[in-house]
Nanobody, 120 residues
Framework: QVQLVESGGGLAQAGGSLRLSCQAVGPIFSLKTMGWYRQAPGKSRELVATMSDVGSTHYADFVKGRFTISRDNARNMVYLQMNSLNTEDTAVYFC??????????????WGPGTQVTVSS
């Protein structure tokens, strides 16, 4: 069972920065798309950014130019650098990975979430 370990959330002031990290651990064969979603109180979970195993990225419009996703395939890690934070970025951020097993099956995994709070 693949597990995701997130870190880096916390409190930041508006205009500040935070960096989220997520490491996939366990019996990993191949990690395809890795990414980040978020869920604010009273709202649905929404995509923030994803990155494929070949480096293609996709960002939600509301983070373009402010957030940067990256990954370290050797360490099975994905990062989210968040700059120019604003109060609307306050949410629980979830790491998400698509794992391709040696049995030729695909499974999706979620991290437990890390709280990001931006104060004005």
């Amino acid at each position: 069972q693949v597990q995701l370990v997130e870190s880096g959330g916390g409190l930041a002031q508006a205009g500040g920065s935070l960096r989220l990290s997520c490491q996939a651990v366990g019996p990993i064969f191949s990690l395809k798309t890795m990414g980040w979603y978020r869920q604010a109180p009273g709202k649905s979970r929404e995509l923030v950014a994803t990155m494929s195993d070949v480096g293609s990225t996709h960002y939600a419009d509301f983070v373009k130019g402010r957030f940067t996703i990256s990954r370290d395939n050797a360490r099975n890690m994905v990062y989210l650098q968040m700059n120019s934070l604003n109060t609307e970025d306050t949410a629980v951020y979830f790491c998400h990975v698509e794992h391709f097993s040696e049995m030729l099956s695909t499974a999706l995994y979620w991290g437990p979430g890390t709280q990001v709070t931006v104060s004005s």
